[in-house]
């Protein structure tokens, strides 16, 4: 295929500073929980997205010192560290990438888990968080070796092979930018005060950076220009212009957003496509040098837009990135109907902070890259003779066809639905999952493009299909189903009272079967289908009282950076919001609710309750094929059985889209003897004597 030409400028090598990109696709720094604990996974991603195209392939933070500890993510606090580096900026230069590296301390904003250090901030301020402790005020000598660990640590990324070294000052999150905020940087010396004060630090740590490996490397500062909230922080049309405007020709770029992350990380559910535009747009007014932003790009059009229009240089991605590192060779080589699209979920910011190796719904591959060889695009063509018959369409029906069809098997894929897709069609026509749809849409198509796969909607798999199919293997992909008996992880036991009043499970407001009048919201499951399924109830005009036995709103959203909007969108539509609650019991026309803690019951008046609780799976054919003697298995031409996706056990969609995909790479799902992946383990160093008086001869008891 030949890329129209309106895409060429996508493709235009810009330099910066002392090093040149290729071209305009930049992945921002981004975090992905593996780090320095699974240096070996995060080198092999980083490399992949530079295999894909990606002009520049930046680090997540790396922390300089252990006075500024985040606990999981890289670090450059001496010599020491740069050895893992160095093996992800030699795999990035393979294909021709430069590499970048966000030097960060994160001041009042972490707790030293590790260290055990007392953080240190501009003033004196609580830490953030949820443990005890108080971060100092530095003084002069403090800031005089900050700006000295930094140094180093410049010096040290420049050793291990990085192009690009970051000054962190974004997010809210940095001692860098905590010296330009007024809120927290009550200082009354050369460093507070007047904005010029509060930004000498950052001035300062350009130059110390730029003096030190400026000649070779580019130093980059990441900045966020406006915090979303007013007056009482940086806005793009006040100080964030200002501080721009001030340093604007000192860096070789800048990589320019919105604060918090919980902003620049927003979810499809509240922000469209290139969302931050509106807020930095004015940058390249008023810098000569580079800049780069993001917005969830995902569109060739949205891109050119940007460079065209004046707002960017580069295309900064993180999440579309993840969802498909291959992005920019697609684009360049015209396959546009090939782009796996980002749908801006969050999966991978959850568990990055759950701190877990990350994944992605839309990619199954991410994370994988090392410990199980996976490739985003490549895979191991068929080994075996098998044919294999796929009993559902939902998301890991679809992704264990696509990638067994790319492998060359010969599949059949039916599904009972006329409209295939399962669970990610209907859960993408409910208020803010429009997105969820690209999961379905990117399968169809690369499933209508191989001959080797075919469709049957329409046709529900029951044991007779299995003996008709005559294939040897048979995945059950028919999902699960949404209980409507209250039990969840709360109640571990039925609830009383049921059958006095009208109950509705998400699967009955999917179908079109509706609620009315008041209307009682039981949230056991605390993600996203709870509070969908509230606001779908109060646009047909429902009344919602929404109960949860957490103490927020939909708390697994803290993971996917959205809770503050959740709950915020909850109070803002529901009648009533109840946290630390739960429906205990039912009778005609009342809901009983009761406090988690003390017990004590409330009455409300309800005309029916909707429960959004767990799921158990339907695995009824999986049960009945398994009661096959070995001679009706022959007989039929079966040869194994397997559970994929829901069926095997409910969870997110990006769980089912891997567990589909494992299905796909290695025929199988169940459970093995042996560990199905590669594995990092600690080196000890013994190098160092142990202090006098330690236990070095063993655990004492």
């Not at 530095?138 to 000054?167: C, P, S």
């Not at 001030?246 to 957003?257: F, I, Q, T, Y």
């Not at 999917?510 to 609620?515: A, E, K, S, V, Y």
Request: charged share 25%.
């Amino acid at each position: 295929m030949v890329r129209p030409a309106r895409y060429d400028i996508l493709f235009e090598p810009v330099r910066i500073g002392p090093v040149t990109a290729k071209n305009r696709f930049y992945q921002v720094p981004h975090c992905n929980g593996m780090g320095r604990a699974y240096p070996s996974s995060m080198a092999a991603m980083r490399a992949v997205k530079a295999e894909g195209g990606w002009g520049v392939v930046c680090s997540e933070q790396c922390d300089i010192h252990h006075s500024g500890n985040h606990q999981r993510e890289i670090r450059l606090w001496d010599a020491k560290d740069i050895p893992y580096l160095a093996k992800a900026t030699d795999l990035i230069h393979e294909h021709g990438a430069l590499a970048g590296v966000e030097l960060a301390h994160n001041g009042a904003h972490v707790s030293n888990l590790e260290s055990r250090t007392v953080p240190i901030a501009p003033s004196v301020e609580a830490t953030r968080g949820i443990f005890p402790g108080t971060a100092r005020a530095m003084d002069k000598g403090d800031i005089r070796a900050f700006r000295r660990w930094h140094r180093e640590a410049a010096l040290n990324a420049r050793r291990a092979g990085f192009d690009i070294v970051y000054i962190y000052a974004g997010h809210d999150m940095t001692l860098p930018v905590n010296f330009l905020s007024r809120r927290r940087n009550q200082r009354t010396d050369e460093y507070g005060g007047s904005l010029e004060n509060r930004a000498r630090l950052l001035r300062e740590l350009i130059e110390d950076t730029k003096e030190a490996v400026g000649d070779t490397c580019a130093v980059a500062v990441r900045f966020s220009v406006d915090e979303l909230m007013g007056e009482r922080g940086f806005t793009a049309d006040g100080e964030g212009y200002d501080v721009v405007e001030m340093l604007a020709e000192l860096p070789d770029l800048w990589d320019v957003n919105v604060s918090n992350f919980d902003n620049d990380g927003a979810t499809a559910r509240f922000t469209d496509e290139g969302y931050q535009e509106q807020y930095v747009k004015f940058v390249k007014s008023v810098t000569t040098k580079p800049v780069v932003g993001v917005g969830r790009f995902t569109s060739p059009d949205t891109m050119v837009s940007m460079i065209r229009g004046g707002t960017l240089d580069f295309i900064g991605a993180a999440r579309p990135s993840i969802a498909d590192p291959f992005l920019p060779r697609k684009i360049e080589e015209g396959r546009f109907d090939d782009i796996r699209e980002c749908i801006g979920c969050n999966i991978c910011v959850a568990y990055d902070r759950a701190g877990a190796p990350f994944r992605c719904t839309q990619n199954p591959t991410t994370g994988e890259e090392w410990r199980r060889g996976w490739h985003p695009e490549k895979i191991e063509v068929r080994t075996t003779n098998d044919t294999v018959l796929i009993a559902g369409a939902g998301p890991a029906g679809l992704e264990a066809a696509r990638a067994l069809g790319q492998r060359g098997y010969s599949v059949i894929l039916a599904d009972s639905n006329r409209e295939l897709g399962g669970r990610v069609t209907r859960e993408s026509r409910l208020p803010g999952l429009g997105t969820y749809a690209r999961i379905r849409d990117w399968r169809l198509q690369q499933l209508r493009s191989m001959r080797n796969v075919q469709l049957l909607p329409g046709n529900e798999v029951t044991a007779d299909l299995v003996r008709e199919a005559e294939c040897s293997l048979v995945a059950v992909a028919t999902g699960a189903g949404w209980r409507r008996d209250g039990v969840g992880r709360h109640h571990l036991a039925p609830l009383a009272g049921l059958d006095r009043l009208p109950v509705f499970t998400p699967d009955d407001i999917m179908d079109g079967r509706l609620p009315a009048g008041k209307v009682v919201l039981f949230d056991d499951d605390h993600y996203y289908m709870a509070t969908v399924l509230a606001e779908r109830l109060v646009t047909e005009g429902c009344e919602v009282t929404f109960v949860t036995p957490e103490s927020m709103v939909a708390a697994f959203t803290q993971y996917t950076a959205e809770q503050r909007r959740v709950g915020r969108r909850m109070l803002e539509l529901c009648a009533s919001v109840h946290t630390s609650t739960a429906l205990s019991r039912t009778e005609a026309g009342t809901a009983h609710l009761a406090c988690v803690y003390t017990g004590r019951e409330t009455a409300v008046q309800a005309d029916a309750v909707v429960l959004a609780t767990s799921m158990v799976p339907r695995d009824g054919l999986y049960h009945e094929l398994g009661q096959w003697t070995p001679e009706e298995m022959a007989q039929a031409g079966v040869r194994k059985v397997v559970r994929i996706g829901d069926c095997l056990g409910p969870g997110i969609i990006a769980a089912a889209v891997h567990s589909g995909h494992l299905f796909a790479r290695t025929l199988d799902t169940g459970l093995t003897d042996w560990t199905p992946y590669r594995r990092e383990n600690v080196e000890l160093d013994w190098d160092q004597p142990f202090p006098a008086g330690s236990a070095d001869a063993g655990v004492g008891v």
